[in-house]
């Protein structure tokens, strides 16, 4: 593929979102140097500071820059102000529901991998975890999240849990044709001994899986697959399931890789894509250089692979793995020899845009001091 110009939206958010993505943008200017391409940032609030700032977590002029994009990279959002207090009437996460549903990103895409290297890390024995790769499908813009909502006049409380066959269908596409160029299995997570939502699930999926030939598909019931998650994750390939199982079963498998800040996820509808680390805020950690960036890194070479840039999202995880394997990691990864998030960002940058070969660079950024790029 020849020289791309291509224009982002950065949220950074709350808490340690600023310092993961002012690495993550590091990485794509290296990749842009390397391969010849134009990144454009447009840098808007969301969240907390959007909050702080314009009384809304979602400005509208934050809106219309995602519009106007060709990807979203988010950092985190969330403080702890609003966390702790239920009353509070407008919240951080409202606009990232919010953007979810106004550009239409159904899909949330969150790849969970055993690195080797890592494997200790991991409260789960390694041999139980070794050689996970999997892929989980969570449906984005449906279900119980979005659905009617309110308490009743006795006291009680409601939350409807709605889904139509369409919505179903879209991101079920989506998974199928991940497993046709992964392994080929498919594992629909539900409910559907209980739930009619889930029936439905389990139709729309079976009525689509003949288009699908080369793609095995299996069903669990979210209980069971919450146990097999830990008991057996090599076991799964692409799983499909809706938004609050997806949320729940997301989270649970992030521990096989021994930390949330390495896993990364994109967002994906009919127009702009969005990227962003699974992880939250951590605002105890902010400001002091110990965020592990990797996470939105890795949800960079996402982006990239977004825009049909394989090559370029290779080089990023092979420069991940490389910094994995040379222990180039952030305290809670490597606590007797810790580098800081600016050093580990750097540490990738200089492997995506290969000035390794300056003996200069290579010794500072071998004990950890680069910030240079």
């Not at 907390?48 to 959002?77: E, K, R, S, W």
């Not at 892929?135 to 909502?149: C, P």
């Amino acid at each position: 593929m020849g020289v791309l110009s291509k224009k982002i939206t950065v949220l950074a958010g709350d808490g340690i979102g600023p310092e993961v993505c002012r690495e993550a943008l590091k990485v794509l200017d290296a990749v842009a140097e390397r391969f010849g391409h134009e990144f454009e940032y447009d840098h808007q609030l969301m969240g907390a500071c959007a909050i702080d700032a314009t009384g809304n977590p979602l400005p509208d002029a934050t809106l219309q820059a995602c519009y106007h994009a060709d990807a979203v990279l988010l950092g985190a959002i969330g403080d702890p102000k609003y966390d702790n207090d239920p009353s509070a009437p407008v919240r951080p996460e409202q606009g990232l529901l919010r953007l979810r549903k106004s550009l239409g990103l159904f899909a949330n895409i969150r790849p969970v991998t055993a690195y080797d290297v890592l494997l200790d890390h991991s409260p789960l024995r390694a041999e139980r975890i070794q050689g996970t790769d999997m892929l989980i499908f969570r449906e984005l813009t449906g279900g119980i999240y979005f659905g009617q909502k309110g308490r009743t006049e006795d006291g009680s409380a409601y939350d409807h849990c709605t889904y139509s066959r369409e919505e179903i269908e879209r991101i079920a596409r989506l998974a199928f044709q991940a497993a046709e160029t992964r392994r080929g299995h498919l594992t629909l997570v539900d409910k559907a001994n209980v739930l009619e939502t889930s029936r439905l699930w389990r139709e729309v999926v079976q009525q689509l899986a003949p288009e699908y030939p080369a793609v095995q598909v299996d069903y669990l019931f979210v209980d069971n697959a919450a146990m097999q998650v830990i008991l057996n994750p090599k076991q799964f390939d692409v799983i499909l399931t809706e938004n609050m199982f997806g949320d729940i079963i997301s989270d649970e498998a992030s521990v096989i890789a021994g930390s949330l800040g390495l896993l990364p996820s994109a967002s994906v509808g009919s127009s702009v894509a969005l990227f962003e680390p699974i992880h939250g805020s951590y605002p105890q950690a902010a400001g002091k250089g110990i965020a592990n960036p990797i996470a939105t890194i890795l949800s960079v070479a996402m982006l990239l692979e977004h825009f049909g840039l394989l090559q370029e999202a290779d080089t990023v995880r092979a420069a991940v793995q490389k910094a994995l394997h040379d222990g180039v990691l952030t305290p809670e990864l490597n606590a007797d020899q810790p580098h800081t998030t600016e050093q580990v960002g750097s540490y990738i940058a200089f492997q995506v845009a290969e000035r390794l070969e300056s003996p200069l660079y290579r010794e500072n950024i071998e004990v950890g001091l680069s910030t240079i790029i």
